[in-house]
């Protein structure tokens, strides 16, 4: 409806400009134009209209667009834009459907939730209920991470006092360690990451920690549980009423003045007037109010480039102890992010995503981006699976104009395999190594070895002189320990608890994987190997080599076998193809029209197997029988072979019902036939002396010869009364065509 107002003006005092909240100071002054009883004008009904502002477009809004419009070269050769108009939003939604959404330093800031003071319990002993009810606001908001409770929070609440919660996820921008540095002396909770958080506080919360035993005079106490100390904060107050030192807080506090996170051990402010015995307990909190702002710093540890990882604040003011807050130093709070290349880098928006944001697209999803699903899938330096980790459906193809060179040369001793040893420290489920040094041989790829490393554990990526990133969390925690990081390229296999014996032959204790991945011929590397020993044979959980051992197994990376491939590249492309063809090799000669053949070896051989050899053996032709005969072993066949088979000629064996020839899944040792060798030379065997063209279709035939000569040909008779039926042509390399006369002899 429409309205109108004869009054003049407002009362100065209806108007509550002194209200913290501005909505409520709005609808103070809108209720007060209301002439009709029972009627309201409140801030809803002006809604339409929020955020309207006249702004003036300049000319250098113009420019800054000027010429960004897409153009081609049309059919004359002049260059137009191009039609229709590809707009700004056209190439700004074609970039998200490329890179993706989320992208990387692309995040909208954290989710919020804003709390009046009523709703703050800052006695509560657990974190979650110290905000309670439903928040009074929620948005989505983070800027800077420079955060001022008085303007961003408590407009917002209603109250002087009050609080936040902040929910959402924070992706780093570089693989490196990190600690967020807390800047307050208000109250607040910072938890970082999922099943192990990470907590630091200023607040009422109190740990109590048990720790080992202690002496007189120390300046150290030790926890006895390690992952505990990522809860303590230089500041903390050691309370223990039972111990005199440590029983008045107030007048004498005793702090924690320095922590190590890899050992436990934190030091105090003062030296200790008399030892305890191990298993004592402390708490530990903070005494907020001192008037300063101060630093917290929390270790994030070692973050992986682009991961996600969970992140919740609390931050609040508390009325019940409203006298000892002071507004210049306690209504805010800084939030900056430490790496190796920025050491108080601020906490930008950009870091930070909603609770809601799409952090994990699918692949299947358009928001995961084309050049999200072809990383996923490149082969990095270091190797991979194409596809990902399940079976690829399709060939992959690789297009070049230069041809393709294998430099693979396999190591052929432990001490070539070694790419590098390194003595470290680390805490249980890391997954990323301090090395001062890692330029010395050191690669994405390679494996590592050594206590508290778990089996198949890989280097995944490195930080330059800094850090070294693996594939899996270490099982244990350690000062010092040697690892050894393994050559990966061409190692197919590898087993950390075989056997062998010095003089011997033969690796027992392999798992049945590790055997399926051995392939015959791989070079053996292991403490006391023979420089290029190869694996001769496979059993079910060991395997031969060609040469015996110099020393026998031993621990840790000298109990550890490793089979690397002899070679650089293999053709697998026949593998299903020739599942269940077997072969074996002739021991003596089977003359034409003969129904059997004799064998070296009748493994894997069943009577019903299709037997194959070119044209000597007849299509279709079974095994009848197997016999044994001395060391070798006669087949029957199903028909007479149609011409001589040597010696020493291999022969396929296929499944019942093979049409297929497979002879291609084991070439001939051989590669005479249809010839027989000679030391000089091929001839022609016994029983098919003549060469015979034998045209099916043309009615003419062609042989060709590289070089074709006749060598002290003299004629010996001529007579005239010999005829010819045809000639055969002979065409010589300048192009010359000669005529054999010939005649068909029955």
Not at 202 to 230: E, G, H, P, R
Not at 241 to 268: H, R
Not at 533 to 548: E, F, H
Request: proline content about 4%; aromatic content about 8%.
């Amino acid at each position: 409806m429409t309205r109108s107002f004869s009054k003049k003006g407002l009362r100065r005092d209806l108007n509550f400009s002194d209200i913290i909240d501005p909505k409520q100071s709005l609808e103070n002054l809108l209720n007060g134009l209301v002439q009709e009883e029972g009627e309201t004008f409140v801030s809803a009904d002006i809604e339409v209209i929020k955020n309207i502002d006249s702004k003036d477009i300049t000319q250098a809004d113009f420019a800054n667009i000027a010429g960004s419009a897409i153009r081609v070269v049309n059919s004359e050769g002049d260059t137009e834009v191009y039609k229709p108009v590809i707009t700004l939003k056209n190439r700004i939604d074609q970039s998200k459907y490329i890179t993706g959404i989320p992208q990387l330093f692309g995040g909208n800031g954290l989710t919020g939730r804003y709390y009046s003071d009523s709703q703050v319990d800052s006695i509560a002993v657990d974190l979650d209920n110290i905000f309670t009810g439903a928040p009074a606001e929620t948005e989505v908001f983070w800027e800077n991470g420079h955060i001022n409770l008085s303007a961003d929070v408590l407009q917002l609440t209603q109250s002087n006092y009050g609080g936040v919660i902040y929910t959402g996820f924070f992706k780093p921008i570089e693989s490196v360690p990190h600690v967020l540095r807390v800047s307050t002396n208000s109250y607040f909770t910072v938890e970082f990451g999922e099943a192990d958080t990470l907590l630091a506080r200023k607040s009422q919360v109190v740990y109590t920690f048990a720790c080992d035993a202690a002496s007189t005079s120390v300046t150290t106490i030790t926890l006895q549980n390690i992952a505990n100390v990522k809860n303590l904060l230089i500041g903390d107050i050691l309370v223990n009423n039972a111990i005199p030192q440590f029983s008045d807080p107030e007048s004498n506090p005793i702090t924690i003045t320095g922590i190590n996170l890899l050992t436990g051990v934190i030091t105090i402010s003062e030296p200790l007037d008399a030892g305890f015995a191990g298993g004592t307990t402390f708490d530990f909190t903070y005494n907020i109010g001192s008037g300063v702002a101060s630093n917290v710093n929390l270790v994030l540890g070692d973050l992986i480039i682009s991961e996600a990882y969970p992140i919740q604040i609390r931050f609040w003011l508390d009325d019940a102890n409203g006298e000892d807050i002071s507004p210049a130093t306690q209504k805010t709070i800084i939030f900056n992010i430490g790496t190796l290349s920025d050491a108080n880098r601020t906490l930008n928006y950009k870091f930070l995503y909603d609770e809601d944001y799409n952090i994990n697209p699918s692949p299947s999803d358009i928001d995961y981006g084309e050049f999200n699903s072809f990383y996923d899938n490149h082969i990095p330096s270091y190797g991979g699976i194409v596809g990902g980790v399940s079976a690829y459906s399709d060939y992959q193809s690789v297009v070049s104009l230069n041809k393709l060179n294998i430099t693979y040369t396999p190591p052929v001793s432990l001490s070539s395999a070694i790419r590098r040893t390194a003595t470290v420290a680390f805490l249980t489920g890391t997954t990323t190594l301090a090395v001062s040094d890692t330029t010395d041989l050191i690669e994405p790829g390679n494996f590592v070895f050594g206590t508290g490393i778990n089996a198949g554990t890989r280097v995944t990526d490195l930080y330059i002189n800094s850090l070294i990133f693996i594939s899996s969390e270490t099982t244990a925690t350690t000062a010092s320990t040697s690892l050894v990081f393994i050559n990966h390229r061409g190692l197919g296999a590898f087993e950390s608890s075989a056997t062998w014996s010095n003089s011997g032959t033969t690796i027992t204790g392999l798992s049945t994987n590790t055997v399926n991945n051995i392939l015959v011929g791989d070079v053996v590397v292991s403490n006391g190997s023979p420089t290029y020993n190869v694996v001769v044979t496979k059993g079910a959980s060991s395997v031969t080599t060609s040469k015996a051992f110099t020393a026998s197994s031993g621990s840790a990376i000298n109990g550890t076998a490793l089979f690397y491939r002899a070679k650089g590249l293999y053709n697998n492309s026949l593998t299903d193809y020739c599942t269940n063809v077997f072969s074996d090799v002739t021991t003596v000669q089977s003359n034409a029209g003969s129904n059997t053949l004799t064998i070296e070896d009748d493994t894997n051989l069943i009577a019903g197997q299709v037997v194959q050899f070119g044209t000597r053996i007849p299509t279709g032709t079974t095994v009848v029988s197997i016999v044994p005969s001395g060391s070798d072993f006669i087949i029957t066949l199903s028909a007479n072979i149609a011409d001589d088979i040597p010696s020493g000629q291999l022969i396929t064996f296929a499944p019942s019902g093979t049409t297929d020839s497979k002879e291609v899944c084991f070439p001939p040792i051989d590669t005479s036939p249809p010839f027989t060798a000679t030391s000089t030379g091929l001839i022609t065997t016994s029983g098919r002396p003549s060469m015979k063209i034998e045209p099916t279709i043309t009615g003419t035939g062609e042989l060709k010869f590289q070089s074709l000569k006749a060598d002290s040909v003299t004629v010996v008779s001529a007579s005239v009364v010999d005829t010819y039926d045809r000639t055969i042509a002979i065409k010589d390399l300048a192009g010359a065509t000669f005529k054999i006369l010939g005649k068909i002899i029955v």
